[in-house]
């Protein structure tokens, strides 16, 4: 069973989203565990004091390193990644969420306040990791999106097997768009809209190069980071 470990000084908020919809049914079945553990418990005093002020001054407290490296150790299993969640971290991508999914699953750590004490993060060698350019009140939301995306990657959690592989960020490119019925659709700027006729041609061979198409393009003008990432590793593979 994949396991998830959050450490929170707010366990009651998971599994929040995701005790819901694909990742909730695989909670309940499982194939995968939540455990939401509260720091607070590894505090050395009886006020339960987890965060203090920064060396060097400064706004905002710091999460203590005694307390939180307590709480690691004491979840943590041999071969586990330990995450932190940070600002700092590198980008989180399907990539290593693919690997993280095929691991035995993933330590959470979720930061609070300013942040936490730098030697707690080079003493149990956490992975820093952000889920973009922007920042979050705490850590909990962030991993939540990063337990989702591994979850729904786990072997039988998706419908469809298929469906993963050409989901967008696979293979370095975007999903191509989607229409369903009705076929022809009036909305409130009362412009009439027509399926792309190629998809209801019933023609299986241009209907894959259409949406291949339509990844290349989508991904060319929104994301010209990802383009030219991808047309270097071709040239590489080419040589
Ligand atoms: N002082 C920090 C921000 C602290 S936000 C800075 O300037 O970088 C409090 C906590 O929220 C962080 O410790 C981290 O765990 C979480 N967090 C905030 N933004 C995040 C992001 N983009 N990705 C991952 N975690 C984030």
Request: aromatic residues 6%.
């Amino acid at each position: 069973m994949w396991r998830a470990v959050a450490l929170t000084l707010f366990p009651e908020m998971f599994p929040g989203p995701l005790g819901e919809s694909l990742a909730g049914k695989a909670l309940k079945e499982g194939v995968w565990s939540l455990e939401a553990v509260d720091i607070r418990r590894f505090a050395k005093d009886r006020h339960g004091t987890v965060d203090d002020a920064p060396f060097g001054g400064g706004a905002g407290m710091v999460m203590k390193p005694d307390v939180l490296s307590a709480a690691i150790e004491t979840v943590a299993e041999p071969g586990m990644p330990k995450v932190l969640l940070s600002p700092r971290g590198a980008p989180f991508s399907q990539a290593r969420g693919r690997e993280l999914a095929q691991g035995p699953g993933v330590v959470l750590v979720c930061g609070r306040f300013e942040g936490v004490d730098e030697r707690v993060i080079e003493a149990q060698a956490l992975e820093e990791i952000s889920v973009g350019d922007f920042v979050l009140s705490g850590g909990e939301i962030a991993a939540m999106a990063v337990m989702d995306c591994c979850v729904r990657l786990l072997p039988g959690v998706m419908g469809e097997p298929a469906s993963a592989s050409e989901e967008s960020f696979e293979d370095g490119l975007l999903e191509y768009p989607h229409y369903t019925r009705p076929a022809s659709w009036t909305g409130a700027d009362g412009i009439e809209r027509r399926v792309p006729e190629v998809l209801v041609s019933g023609h299986h061979g241009k209907v894959a190069e259409w949406r291949i198409r339509q990844r290349q393009e989508i991904t060319r003008r929104r994301r010209p980071d990802l383009w030219a990432r991808r047309q270097a590793v071709k040239v590489n593979d080419e040589k």
